[in-house]
């Protein structure tokens, strides 16, 4: 639609102006959700040393290849090794070590025999064994190295550090890592008719809702909540806030409402003339959109109000943006096409994003509804209870059909 700024060029401009918060070290206990930094480096092998990927014992191969049920190999057990050991047994002929899962192998040892493969088993076993199978060369030995060596890359520079990539840190020996600095993000949620939750409404209020969203998704995008407010909609009130939010050392200001073309639009009217600029964006929910610096440097988002409007403005130019400041590589969600279970309209000319449920019951055929029964209105808040996913609709097509594949861009 002539006049609309497209979601790329908005979003394009959006991360023009980011720039990356500065690095910090941390233990590795702290990193969690934070984004590396500096590529991480392998400090031991792993494995570290050889060890037994059986319970069983440590053999010289030779000696028991031709161990069989009919032929068994008695072997004599000289020493015990078990987890934590710093023996390294010199085994001679006849002679074998018993080992558990683990346990460093003797550097005379070039095969395991599980406990299973021998006469004794587990309990009596250390005195003699009769091996009743042969192993192969080299069974059962894990070799040190084998999955990464001291001096590789662990983890590339831009990951998110999630518990699997720090254990696997941890596995290399590594205490710290250098990280990207949380963002520093203000919450601000506009509106006289907004009251805190579970409080008495008289007629006009309604629960303010927005902050919570808001403020939950700074955190799953690895940023600070430094402050979170709601204001009315007068002008005193939104510079106060913005004052506050600069006191809190905000590097970002979400706000939500405030942004359209009523009369008492706070964000609009106060930020007019600055370098925040309000622009209208080709997309459904999440048309009007303020996005600049404030004075003191912080960057501004003014998303629009009704809830459904400012989780989409989120998606779309925040998140991406605050990932871009932690040097993220990956900022965008994974989008997935799905065949629609039902049909739905969209909105003419605009890109739709619409609140989505996924099914997932036919693991080889995911489908994808509204998660709103009453469709894709921005004000239907109840229905972010059922949303997984937001369907994105390109502007050209008109409705979705059952069946139709639809572009699904996941966000839980
Ligand atoms: P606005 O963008 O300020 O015109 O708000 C649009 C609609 O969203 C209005 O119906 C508001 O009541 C609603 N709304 C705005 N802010 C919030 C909020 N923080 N929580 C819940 N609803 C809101
Ligand atoms: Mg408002």
Do not use: C
């Not at 010289?60 to 190999?73: K, T």
């Not at 639009?265 to 404030?294: C, H, I, W, Y």
Request: net charge negative.
């Amino acid at each position: 639609m002539s006049g609309l700024r497209s979601v790329e060029e908005q979003l394009a401009h959006v991360l023009a102006a980011v720039r990356p918060t500065p690095p910090v070290r941390v233990p590795l206990r702290d990193a969690a959700g934070s984004t590396l930094h500096d590529a991480l480096t392998a400090q031991v092998d792993i494995p570290v040393f050889d060890n037994s990927a059986m319970d069983g014992f440590a053999v010289r191969h030779a000696e028991v290849a031709d161990a069989a049920p009919e032929r068994p190999v008695h072997l004599t057990v000289v020493a015990d090794l078990p987890a934590g050991t710093e023996l390294d047994p010199d085994l001679e002929a006849g002679q074998a070590a018993r080992i558990m899962t683990g346990s460093p192998v003797p550097a005379s040892a070039d095969a395991i025999v599980p406990f299973e493969d021998t006469a004794a088993g587990l309990a009596d076993s250390l005195g003699e064994i009769a091996v009743l199978r042969a192993p192969q060369p080299a069974a059962h030995i894990r070799r040190r190295g084998a999955d990464l060596r001291a001096g590789e890359e662990v983890i590339a520079a831009g990951t998110l550090l999630t518990p699997l990539q720090l254990s696997a840190a941890a596995a290399a020996g590594i205490a710290e890592a250098v990280v990207a600095r949380r963002p520093r993000v203000a919450v601000v949620a506009t509106g006289s008719e907004l009251v805190p939750p579970g409080q008495p409404l008289r007629r006009g209020q309604i629960p303010e809702s927005n902050s919570e969203l808001l403020a939950g998704l700074v955190r799953d995008a690895g940023a600070a909540v430094v402050l979170r407010e709601t204001v009315d909609d007068t002008d005193a009130a939104f510079l106060a806030v913005l004052a506050a939010a600069a006191e809190a050392g905000a590097e970002v200001v979400v706000t939500s409402g405030g942004v359209s073309e009523g009369a008492f639009e706070v964000v609009k009217n106060v930020l007019s003339g600055s370098d925040v600029a309000f622009t209208k964006v080709s997309m459904q929910p999440g048309k009007p959109q303020g996005f600049g610096r404030l004075a003191d440097g912080a960057l501004l988002f003014g998303l629009p109000g009704n809830p459904v409007s400012s989780a989409v403005s989120f998606e779309v130019f925040v998140r991406p943006a605050l990932l871009r400041m932690q040097g993220r590589t990956r900022i965008h969600r994974p989008v997935l096409r799905l065949p629609a279970a039902i049909g739905w309209r969209t909105p003419p000319g605009r890109r739709q994003y619409l609140p989505a449920a996924i099914d997932q019951s036919d693991p080889a055929r995911w489908t994808v509804r509204p998660a709103t029964a009453g469709g894709s209105g921005s004000h239907l808040a109840g229905g972010l209870a059922r949303a997984e996913a937001y369907a994105v609709v390109p502007a050209e097509v008109g409705e979705v059909a059952a069946g139709d594949p639809v572009d699904v861009m996941l966000v839980s």
